[in-house]
């Protein structure tokens, strides 16, 4: 008989057996969705997929399905990215889901719209959120497949247009299902790295689901957030995807991306020959200017112009020193009348005369003036006259009234 074991012990093998098999650990699984619920409060997806004759039951945790760049909708035909396994507590076989893609125009048009309007409301299509490209680039980024013929195309624009810049080439897939995480991871790294003057994600032709790929919101917002310029070149000119929407240039092809990325240096050249031309031109026009103006220059300053100017000017000068010499004798003798009117002036109001007339000053010893009415009785005095002094000793001092004024 066999071992009674546990439903749980039943549940718990079956589970490591599914768990066990690589096969079912990475499934990509075609079908429509049925019966679709999002929980509310954990953000959980709840779903099953069914084709024609079965279908199975699917969970997509809010991790997972916040990365969605669509709205599932009932009867959506999708393809997920899943593992397949059994639910231990339930016994159920389902699938836990990580990624999922729109399957066929109808449902990837009605994905591609949606998404496109909430990009647009959150404003990273806008215009003022656009940089403008760098005229002369040193290095440009690509995020390109390495074998695909987008970047040799860009390769042979670049050479013939702009040889000198560097190319910085981030190899990427363009297609699958892990090309979207490897293009945003390609612009944020190019980005970061601080060596190239802007960045150029291409692909060549293909299908529209070929260039599915490039709707992803994860490479939109990498591509927002992606501070070099960043040019768009996915496709042919008829295709648009979300990533030429957030781009700050879109290209129709690669080799039209090259193009926009570098001048044309025959162009430059072009350019640098027109300004060379106008330099000259200018150059030879204000040499003719000056030309003219020294002949008349030379003409004004002839040697007989000068001289006859230089005798003028002796001329005016022997005038000018003649009349201010005059002037200067007039000024002098004026001041010597002055002076000697000053001088005479001055003599008149001398003490000095008064002496002469035979007056005498009386001073102290000690040579200060005083006054006569001053003197006392037994003092010392000195009279000074015109020629002579003398020191005479005061015996009395005497009131003077009329009848002594008479003596």
């Known amino acids: 008989m066999a071992e009674v074991i546990s439903v749980s012990a039943l549940n718990r093998y079956v589970k490591t057996l599914f768990d066990a098999n690589d096969l079912l650990f990475d499934l990509a699984l075609r079908g429509e969705i049925a019966n679709f619920v999002q929980n509310s409060r954990s953000g959980h997806c709840y779903f099953s997929l069914r084709d024609e004759t079965a279908s199975v039951k699917a969970v997509m945790f809010r991790s997972d399905a916040r990365r969605l760049g669509f709205r599932p909708e009932e009867g959506m035909r999708v393809v997920v990215r899943?593992?397949?396994?059994?639910?231990?507590?339930?016994?159920?076989?389902?699938?836990?889901?990580?990624?999922?893609?729109?399957?066929?125009?109808g449902s990837a048009q009605l994905a591609f719209e949606q998404l496109k309007a909430k990009l647009d409301q959150e404003g990273l299509f806008a215009l003022e959120h656009k940089k403008p490209l760098p005229a002369c680039p040193d290095c440009i980024g690509l995020v390109t497949s390495r074998t695909g013929a987008a970047l040799q195309d860009i390769r042979n624009v670049i050479g013939r247009r702009w040889p000198m810049v560097k190319?910085?080439?981030?190899?990427?897939?363009?297609?699958?299902?892990?090309?979207?995480?490897?293009?945003?991871?390609?612009?944020?790294?190019?980005?970061?790295?601080?060596?190239?003057?802007?960045?150029?994600?291409?692909?060549?032709?293909?299908?529209?689901?070929?260039?599915?790929?490039?709707?992803?919101?994860?490479?939109?917002?990498?591509?927002?957030?992606?501070?070099?310029?960043?040019?768009?070149?996915?496709?042919?000119?008829?295709?648009?995807?979300?990533?030429?929407?957030?781009?700050?240039?879109?290209?129709?092809?690669?080799?039209?991306?090259?193009?926009?990325?570098?001048?044309?240096?025959?162009?430059?050249?072009?350019?640098?020959?027109?300004?060379?031309?106008?330099?000259?031109?200018?150059?030879?026009?204000?040499?003719?200017?000056?030309?003219?103006?020294?002949?008349?220059?030379?003409?004004?300053?002839?040697?007989?112009?000068?001289?006859?100017?230089?005798?003028?000017?002796?001329?005016?000068?022997?005038?000018?020193?003649?009349?201010?010499?005059?002037?200067?004798?007039?000024?002098?003798?004026?001041?010597?009348q002055e002076l000697a009117h000053a001088a005479a002036l001055t003599d008149s109001l001398s003490p000095y005369r008064v002496l002469a007339r035979g007056y005498a000053m009386v001073m102290n010893p000690d040579g200060t003036f005083t006054s006569a009415d001053e003197i006392r009785q037994g003092q010392t005095v000195v009279l000074r006259g015109a020629a002579q002094r003398a020191v005479c000793t005061v015996k009395t001092v005497e009131e003077i009234n009329e009848s002594t004024q008479k003596l």
């Open 167 to 336: 190319l910085l080439l981030f190899p990427v897939n363009v297609q699958g299902f892990e090309a979207a995480d490897e293009i945003a991871q390609a612009i944020t790294r190019l980005d970061q790295s601080g060596k190239v003057d802007e960045i150029i994600v291409a692909r060549g032709g293909g299908s529209r689901e070929d260039l599915w790929v490039f709707n992803a919101e994860k490479i939109a917002r990498a591509a927002y957030r992606c501070k070099a310029p960043l040019i768009s070149a996915i496709g042919h000119e008829i295709d648009f995807t979300i990533l030429d929407f957030v781009a700050d240039r879109r290209a129709p092809t690669p080799s039209a991306a090259a193009e926009l990325a570098v001048p044309d240096r025959m162009e430059v050249l072009r350019k640098l020959s027109d300004i060379e031309q106008n330099i000259q031109n200018f150059a030879h026009d204000r040499l003719e200017v000056c030309y003219n103006d020294l002949e008349q220059a030379e003409k004004k300053f002839s040697p007989e112009i000068t001289q006859r100017v230089l005798r003028n000017g002796r001329q005016k000068l022997l005038e000018q020193e003649k009349a201010c010499t005059v002037s200067v004798r007039q000024i002098q003798k004026r001041a010597e």
């Open 82 to 105: 899943c593992r397949a396994t059994l639910y231990e507590r339930d016994g159920a076989f389902q699938l836990y889901v990580n990624e999922m893609f729109p399957d066929g125009i």
